[in-house]
């Protein structure tokens, strides 16, 4: 009886090491070099793995912070310390100017886009997609409408007006749970101190925009030709803002023949 | 031998199949089938464990446990070994194949804890498999395992779409189809191969 007690504790002891020892051997010879600051980051957050941020786990989200492909405040369950910790870590200021909010580059409201057909499908953009990957609407890259997106948000900042996704800024806190659901992928996220963004995604000619939709870019560059910073040009048919030089003047929106650059001005409000 | 080596594998990947006819694994069954990707990469990584987990659980039980009369620590000793294992996994697949490594997320090392993989080993040392024949179970109950997860996630994928009363939302339409899939699994109980 004493001697199969003992006989158990041993076997199952000398499992335990010659396992540990295997692994302790393995994690070696796969050791893989992890960012430094990957490990600080991965060490100020609050280790609950619970996905509060949108991605796997807290070392999932270290990974991609430390290669500065997310923001620093998004562990909710640490907080605003947390986030701190994190801004300090990667060297950037931890404040509004690193803000970023949803963005709907696409005008095609249900006046300004021709439709293909009449869809009485289930309200669902994911479903919509299924007629061929794109939704009643002609334009093969206008937002569908039927708000996924706005299902997404837990902060009231997503509306569908006119069957166009649109976000409303103040509400809006960037955590990316709309571009997560958009089955098309058109909705972006942009800095909130970028005042100006071209609300359309066609990157076809013009001749083919006029004819899917009344308000989409027909690439006609009268923005690239005024702009007094050279900030938009027009890239693929298609109007583009370089952040790093706009000087949110909104004078491209003024001008626009189509009028769809958003300008979310001083006098901004909602959209 | 070959025809017993067949009549296991089918046996374990449809008649007996691990989820719908023995009821083991459910929880990553149900957890981690929103997606066809996600659940065929789940999948693959149960197949690898259990093919394993089956062989050197098997040397284990028969030339350690078994001789030393310690039968009984079989439980313990297999746990040890599934958690070794998939830790070992873990750091082979984040070196090798990174790209699986971040697909499968928290999934891969919870595995440990998938009950299929230690029903696989309980039930070889159950059925007195002989080691070839308890390597082709755990790997065709893994397979077995793949077959009902991806197949519910593409039912799962569909039903997302479909008209069903709102108090079925979410997890009882999930309930409920996994019962209808389920009951199309049991046209193959009680079948024999040879």
Same mark, same amino acid.
């Given at each position: 009886?004493?001697?199969?007690?003992?006989?158990?504790?041993?076997?199952?002891?000398?499992?335990?090491?010659?396992?540990?020892?295997?692994?302790?051997?393995?994690?070696?010879?796969?050791?893989?070099?992890?960012?430094?600051?990957?490990?600080?980051?991965?060490?100020?957050?609050?280790?609950?793995?619970?996905?509060?941020?949108?991605?796997?786990? @807290?070392?999932?989200?270290?990974?991609?912070?430390?290669?500065?492909?997310?923001?620093?405040?998004?562990?909710?369950?640490?907080?605003?310390?947390?986030?701190?910790?994190?801004?300090?870590?990667?060297?950037?200021?931890?404040?509004?100017?690193?803000?970023?909010?949803?963005?709907?580059?696409?005008?095609?409201?249900?006046?300004?886009?021709?439709?293909?057909?009449?869809?009485?499908?289930?309200?669902?953009?994911?479903?919509?997609?299924?007629?061929?990957?794109?939704?009643?609407?002609? @334009?093969?890259?206008?937002?569908?409408?039927?708000?996924?997106?706005?299902?997404?948000?837990?902060?009231?900042?997503?509306?569908?007006?006119?069957?166009?996704?649109?976000?409303?800024?103040?509400?809006?806190?960037?955590?990316?749970? @709309?571009?997560?659901?958009?089955?098309?992928?058109?909705?972006?996220?942009?800095?909130?101190?970028?005042?100006?963004?071209?609300? @359309?995604?066609?990157?076809?000619?013009?001749?083919?925009?006029?004819?899917?939709?009344?308000?989409?870019?027909?690439?006609?560059?009268?923005?690239?030709?005024?702009?007094?910073?050279?900030?938009?040009?027009?890239?693929?048919?298609?109007?583009?803002?370089?952040?790093?030089?706009?000087?949110?003047?909104?004078?491209?929106?003024?001008?626009?023949?189509?009028?769809?650059?958003?300008?979310?001005?001083?006098?901004?409000?909602?959209? | 031998?070959?025809?017993?080596?067949?009549?296991?594998?089918?046996?374990?990947?449809?008649?007996?199949?691990?989820?719908?006819?023995?009821?083991?694994?459910?929880?990553?069954?149900?957890?981690?089938?929103?997606?066809?990707?996600?659940?065929?990469?789940?999948?693959?990584?149960?197949?690898?464990?259990?093919?394993?987990?089956?062989?050197?659980?098997?040397?284990?039980?028969?030339?350690?446990?078994?001789?030393?009369?310690?039968?009984?620590?079989?439980?313990?000793?297999?746990?040890?070994?599934?958690?070794?294992?998939?830790?070992?996994?873990?750091?082979?697949?984040?070196?090798?194949?990174?790209?699986?490594?971040?697909?499968?997320?928290?999934?891969?090392?919870?595995?440990?804890?998938?009950?299929?993989?230690?029903?696989?080993?309980?039930?070889?040392?159950?059925?007195?498999?002989?080691?070839?024949?308890?390597?082709?179970?755990?790997?065709?109950?893994?397979?077995?395992?793949?077959?009902?997860?991806?197949?519910?996630?593409?039912?799962?994928?569909?039903?997302?779409?479909?008209?069903?009363?709102?108090?079925?939302?979410?997890?009882?339409?999930?309930?409920?189809?996994?019962?209808?899939?389920?009951?199309?699994?049991?046209?193959?109980?009680?079948?024999?191969?040879?």
């Amino acid at each position: 009886m004493i001697k199969s007690i003992f006989l158990a504790i041993i076997v199952l002891g000398v499992l335990g090491a010659i396992f540990g020892a295997l692994l302790a051997y393995a994690s070696k010879i796969f050791h893989v070099e992890v960012d430094p600051k990957q490990a600080q980051i991965r060490e100020c957050l609050a280790g609950a793995n619970c996905g509060g941020c949108g991605y796997p786990g @807290c070392d999932g989200y270290a990974a991609a912070v430390a290669k500065g492909e997310a923001p620093t405040n998004r562990c909710v369950a640490g907080g605003e310390a947390t986030a701190a910790k994190v801004s300090e870590i990667m060297g950037v200021s931890n404040d509004a100017a690193d803000k970023m909010v949803a963005f709907v580059p696409c005008s095609g409201s249900l006046e300004a886009a021709e439709l293909r057909f009449n869809y009485n499908g289930p309200e669902d953009c994911r479903a919509a997609m299924l007629f061929g990957g794109r939704s009643s609407k002609m @334009c093969t890259f206008a937002c569908i409408g039927f708000g996924n997106c706005a299902k997404a948000c837990q902060f009231d900042a997503m509306h569908i007006i006119d069957g166009v996704a649109r976000v409303d800024r103040l509400n809006c806190v960037g955590c990316g749970a @709309c571009v997560d659901a958009c089955p098309k992928s058109i909705v972006k996220l942009i800095p909130e101190k970028q005042k100006i963004m071209p609300a @359309c995604s066609n990157t076809e000619k013009g001749a083919q925009v006029m004819k899917v939709c009344k308000v989409g870019c027909i690439g006609c560059m009268k923005c690239q030709r005024e702009c007094p910073a050279d900030a938009i040009v027009v890239k693929d048919n298609l109007a583009q803002v370089d952040p790093s030089k706009c000087v949110q003047c909104g004078h491209c929106a003024d001008i626009c023949p189509r009028h769809i650059i958003s300008y979310f001005g001083p006098e901004y409000k909602n959209r | 031998m070959l025809a017993n080596i067949l009549s296991i594998s089918l046996g374990a990947i449809l008649i007996n199949n691990f989820i719908f006819s023995q009821f083991l694994g459910c929880c990553p069954f149900l957890g981690c089938s929103n997606k066809v990707d996600t659940a065929a990469g789940m999948g693959l990584a149960v197949v690898f464990v259990m093919g394993l987990a089956s062989a050197i659980c098997w040397v284990i039980d028969n030339y350690i446990l078994i001789p030393l009369n310690l039968a009984f620590l079989e439980t313990l000793a297999f746990i040890l070994v599934i958690a070794a294992l998939v830790q070992f996994v873990e750091m082979f697949l984040k070196k090798s194949v990174p790209s699986l490594y971040s697909a499968l997320g928290i999934y891969l090392p919870l595995i440990t804890t998938n009950c299929a993989v230690l029903g696989v080993v309980l039930l070889n040392v159950q059925n007195n498999y002989n080691f070839i024949e308890s390597v082709v179970y755990g790997i065709t109950g893994g397979l077995g395992f793949m077959l009902a997860i991806v197949l519910f996630a593409s039912v799962r994928e569909r039903t997302q779409f479909s008209d069903y009363p709102e108090c079925f939302e979410g997890f009882p339409i999930c309930l409920v189809s996994a019962a209808l899939v389920a009951m199309a699994f049991m046209g193959f109980s009680g079948m024999k191969i040879f």
